[in-house]
């Protein structure tokens, strides 16, 4: 079998009024009924929008309230067209495969009509071997208006599709309906026999001699061979035929060959022992070797009929209860080749809102930012997509185990699972395409019926109900080595409770709960599987500016713009950041103010869950990035691919080697003595690390300082001692506790812990009038290429040369022509201190709304600048140029 693309083909679309191009001539006065445009040039994969928008004929979609101005589009019918070229050695069978339509279409080839399709997620597939001709042949594919679906708000009961839902409004985007040809559009060209269902497993044995490498890996492939159905299919139904299954290793050695003798109609197996195979880990655990497995289906005189390739990682995949947990509890702790794993995981929405637009390169750079981050676990949220292929070859590369939904959430007004006979004939329809096309892909690891489905309110639904059991049915008969949830949250409550015994798997909160509520509520509470929340905060300053014309550059309420409010209406959080700062009018010093309190509030669940370790099997953070600009959101990226302050904290947080402090409060009165407990968290044990702790003003004064040295535990967080301080009774009101550790091999400095002595709920008003610092920068490594990667870094040296300490120094990227990041950044430096940073700079390749706009002569070299929050701005110079 082989593929022929007709994504590079040229594609043209036009509109219509609904039903016009079924009748296209007028039956009153018989003359042409004509589009609602002319032919336009057309993106596949892609979607209308986008198109449009390249002819003038809507406004960007993204800025302020333009995408209201193009609800329209979902409402018309869409007509792509192409021509289909002569096909040289056409085999067997021709089909033309849709991978992707969204949503519901009639496919013509000539004018003849081949036949209709609905859904997004599974393949449109016509045979054109009786319709092949010498000659180019017109292949036209006529898109019905989308259907009218539930957004956000509505009833789960009554969805009826298996279309994205997010994209009917949801806190994190607009209403802005996507309708195309969203995947790829192939010519399969098959021979008279050909390879399906194909389904690789791996295991070990002997699992527990892993350590010593007395293990053997296993690799086993199950496969039907099937008539391709062309031509005299009746002829080969019972043929002959040899199947060679080659192994090879990691490094392309070929390790074993088997050659099994069946016949057409049969289902083979074959499996590869491996004694002391390579084994496949999650980030942060381990390596992660693929090993490649080659299918070759001959007929008995040697003629290739078909090959697939396909490459996995060996491991041992079991679910064992959390330490203590109820009786009733289901399985959320993950084991890897006998290893617990503790979940450092994050929640990811499409990767934008007109998802046919989407590149390789963006996945290739989503799974890059997870792996940087030490995440090992996404969770592909039920609401959003069953995602391209390449996400989840990436997250095998690197690493990223998967927890994949099905295509159902929850809608507010209700939250029960369809049960309407039509959605779920296609949401079977569905789910068995997702199951037989993603489980191969050894990062897959959980399977899940939906997002927050409910039988009541804060009761998550359970495999009670016929259409989670149905998931639960085709989830054991197709990938029975996976875990099926009934739903996220699981239960048995939905929302994260003080009440003890009753959090397993929680969602929530999505915002900081202030002072000292924040603190006694996360810091107490006793969940099993933090599998989703967030806390808001503002984009980045460069990025408002990119979609916020300059009337709404200021700092404002959701409740007092409507523009502001249409980018992320829920995630408001001037009043929030005002009770803790003061007044922001600025909207520089309100960006930075809201990313602050995002990556304080967001850092302290983190490290509180971490504290609970496989009492608590982890944290999955909503989320990562966001599929539209929002001024404020809940994630760590923004649409543009800038990173938030919370991003950085995160990454420290969920670092291999990491040391946390216990608080409760923010506020310390002047004069009061504070005991903080102090954990030491690591995967491996027995890593000996010397820890330092000291709490300073932010003037450099210190008023307390602690040495400790402890010993990492793999499976458990390790308190290490309690460290006393006491505030100040004159001075600076911030105070920061700063903890730096180092081990054999490795240093760290947290990212310091900020209390302060104000007598009111204000708590971080100094720190906006603080002085600004004075800082020097320095290129010690200019720009090189990584090897083997898209990548340039840079190392350079940040000193604070002056009087005042500078506060969440971080770099930005200013020739916009690159996406940026750094080992680490939001750092706080005294007077005299210095950091070497090294910044990872990669240029922006995307599509649709977000591809770059050409460069006219030489590309430039990225160009950095360094801030603080407390002011100063110093532009990096290249060492020997004068820029």
């Known amino acids: ?185 192939v010519l399969r060209v098959q021979q008279r026999c050909k390879l399906d269902d194909v389904r690789l497993a791996t295991d070990v044995e002997d699992a527990q001699r892993i350590a010593d490498g007395g293990h053997v890996g296993l690799i086993c492939v199950e496969a039907s061979i099937v008539a391709t159905g062309g031509g005299q299919a009746s002829a080969h139904t019972a043929e002959e035929v040899v199947l060679r299954a080659r192994c090879s290793s990691p490094d392309e050695q070929l390790l074993h060959v088997e050659t099994i003798r069946a016949r057409c109609g049969e289902r083979v197996s074959v499996q590869f022992k491996l004694p002391a195979a390579l084994l496949w880990y999650p980030n942060g655990y381990g390596e992660q070797p693929l090993y490649t497995v080659r299918l070759e289906l001959c007929s008995e005189d040697g003629e290739l009929l078909d090959a697939q390739q396909h490459r996995s990682g060996v491991r041992k995949l079991a679910y064992l209860p959390n330490d203590g947990s109820p009786a009733d509890a289901l399985p959320y702790t993950v084991q890897i080749n006998n290893r617990r794993i503790y979940i450092r995981g994050v929640n990811l929405a499409p990767l934008d809102h007109l998802y046919g637009n989407v590149l390789d390169s963006q996945y290739d750079r989503i799974v890059y930012m997870m792996k940087q981050a030490h995440m090992n676990l996404v969770r ?31 809608s507010g007004v209700d939250n029960l699972p369809s049960q309407k006979p039509e959605f779920l004939a296609l949401l079977r329809e569905a789910a068995v395409t997702a199951l037989r096309s993603r489980r191969n892909y050894v990062s897959l690891t959980v399977w899940s019926g939906g997002n927050e489905l409910m039988s009541a309110p804060n009761k998550p639904s359970t495999f009670d109900d016929p259409n989670l059991a149905m998931l639960r049915e085709l989830v054991q008969r197709h990938d029975p080595q996976r875990l099926c949830l009934p739903t996220s949250a699981s239960g048995p409550v939905q929302y994260i409770t003080e009440e003890k015994g009753r959090g397993h798997d929680v969602h929530g909160h999505w915002k900081y709960l202030d002072n000292p509520q924040h603190y006694t509520f996360y810091g107490d509470n006793d969940n099993l599987f933090h599998s989703e929340f967030g806390v808001d905060g503002v984009s980045s300053v460069k990025s408002l500016r990119k979609f916020l014309s300059e009337p709404y550059l200021t700092p404002v309420s959701m409740q007092e713009s409507i523009v502001w409010r249409h980018h992320g209406e829920w995630w408001d959080t ?65 649409y543009y691919g800038e990173t938030k302050m919370s991003y950085y904290w995160t990454k420290q947080a969920f670092a291999p080697i990491h040391v946390s402090l216990d608080y409760r409060t923010l506020q310390v009165k002047r004069g009061e003595t504070v005991h903080h407990d102090v954990y030491l968290h690591s995967h491996d044990p027995d890593i000996a690390v010397e ?13 307390a300082a602690a040495r400790y040295e402890a010993l990492t535990a793999e499976d458990r967080s390790a308190l290490v001692g309690a460290m006393s301080w006491t505030m100040p009774e004159d001075g600076e009101e911030l105070v920061l506790v700063r903890i730096a550790y180092r081990w054999e091999g490795g240093s760290a400095e947290c990212y310091p812990y900020i209390f302060s002595a104000a007598s009111d709920e204000r708590l971080y008003r100094s720190a906006l009038t603080l002085t600004p610092p004075t800082l020097a920068v320095s290129c010690l490594e200019d720009w090189r ?65 977000l591809r770059p706009e050409p460069v006219e002569g030489e590309f430039p070299w990225p160009q950095l600048v360094i801030r603080s929050f407390n002011g100063g701005e110093i532009p990096v110079r290249r060492p020997g140029r004068e820029e």
Request: with cysteine; net charge negative; aromatic share 10%.
């Open 691 to 703: 820890i330092r702790v000291e709490a300073v003003d932010v003037s450099g004064r210190v008023c």
């Open 574 to 638: 001037l009043a929030r950041d005002q009770r803790l700062f003061g007044e922001l009018n600025e909207l520089e010093s309100f960006a930075a103010a809201s990313q602050w309190v995002q990556a304080e509030g967001l850092r302290y669940i983190l490290e509180a869950n971490r504290r609970r370790k496989f009492q608590s099997s982890g944290s999955v953070i909503w989320q990562l990035s966001e599929p539209w600009p929002n001024v404020s959101c809940t994630n760590l990226l923004d």
């Open 785 to 849: 290429a990584i090897p083997d990667t898209e990548l340039l870094e840079s190392r350079l040296l940040v000193s604070n040369v002056g009087a005042a300490a500078a506060l969440h120094v971080h770099a930005e990227e200013s020739t916009d022509q690159y996406l940026m990041e750094a080992g680490e950044l939001y750092f706080t430096l005294l007077p005299g201190e210095k950091r070497t940073i090294t910044v990872r700079c990669a240029r922006k390749l995307a599509g649709g709304f």
């Open 1 to 185: 079998m082989r593929e022929i693309t007709l994504c590079d083909a040229a594609w043209q679309v036009k509109g219509f009024w609904p039903w016009v191009p079924i009748k296209s001539v007028s039956m009153e006065l018989g003359q042409e009924l004509l589009g609602i445009c002319e032919w336009l040039p057309a993106t596949v994969p892609g979607g209308v929008h986008y198109d449009l928008h390249q002819a003038g004929l809507i406004l960007h979609p993204y800025k302020d309230l333009n995408s209201l101005q193009c609800e329209w589009v979902e409402n018309r019918w869409w007509m792509y067209r192409t021509m289909i070229q002569p096909i040289e050695e056409p085999g067997h069978k021709v089909e033309l495969v849709f991978k992707g339509i969204d949503y519901e279409a009639i496919v013509y080839v000539d004018g003849e009509r081949l036949g209709e399709h609905k859904g997004m997620f599974t393949e449109a597939v016509f045979d054109l071997t009786p319709r092949l001709k010498p000659e180019p042949m017109e292949l036209t594919v006529l898109l019905m208006h989308a259907p009218d679906e539930m957004g956000q708000i509505g009833k789960t009961s009554e969805t009826f599709t298996q279309k994205s839902r997010f994209n009917y409004k949801w806190d994190f985007s607009t209403r802005l309906v996507n309708i195309g040809i969203w995947d790829e559009v």
């Open 380 to 410: 592909v949220w039920g609401g959003g997509l069953i995602e391209r292929t390449r996400l989840y070859e990436q997250c095998d590369r690197h690493g990223i185990l998967i927890w994949q939904e099905f295509i159902q959430s929850s």
